[in-house]
């Protein structure tokens, strides 16, 4: 199994982040050009939930949309899912997305570092790391702090 990373510091606490994350109502909104809609399709986000993404406008040429199988939650902190639908699965087998807010030391009421994580395996020699899924989170994981400070 391969491994990509990446991660941000947000002005924004772990707790605050992650549940807005995993809030489909709030989530849909804090950038739309990434993630236009989000909606449990069974479950309420606790393990063995599945959640869908509708992706926005900047990611339609890579990926319109995408299921997942929620696998780990630890309230206020992580959330891991497996896919289970979508264009990612024409390229990769498994294809498994952590996300975790991390506290940051002396800072835990104001910031976090917020890490994107996939375990993944091409279904082909030819299909590169999902480098773009990779910024496209990252991207996105910044935007939860412009959000935070406009509402």
């Not at 082909?124 to 990779?134: L, T």
Request: glycine share 6%; with cysteine.
């Amino acid at each position: 199994m391969r491994t990509l990373k990446g991660e941000v510091m947000i002005n924004v606490p772990a707790p605050t982040a992650w549940g807005m994350f995993m809030n489909n109502e709030v989530v849909s909104k804090i950038n739309p050009q990434f993630l236009a809609e989000a909606e449990y399709l069974q479950g309420d986000g606790s393990p063995g939930s599945l959640r869908h993404f509708k992706l926005g406008p900047a990611l339609r040429g890579f990926v319109k949309e995408s299921t997942q199988k929620i696998e780990k939650v630890e309230n206020g902190r992580l959330v891991s899912y497996s896919l289970v639908d979508g264009e990612l699965r024409n390229m990769y087998d498994p294809y498994k997305i952590t996300f975790t807010f991390m506290p940051e030391p002396g800072y835990e009421q104001k910031k976090c570092k917020a890490e994107w994580k996939a375990d993944f395996e091409p279904l082909n020699p030819d299909v590169p790391p999902p480098e773009k899924a990779r910024e496209a989170a990252l991207d996105f994981l910044r935007s939860l702090e412009k959000f935070h400070c406009s509402v």
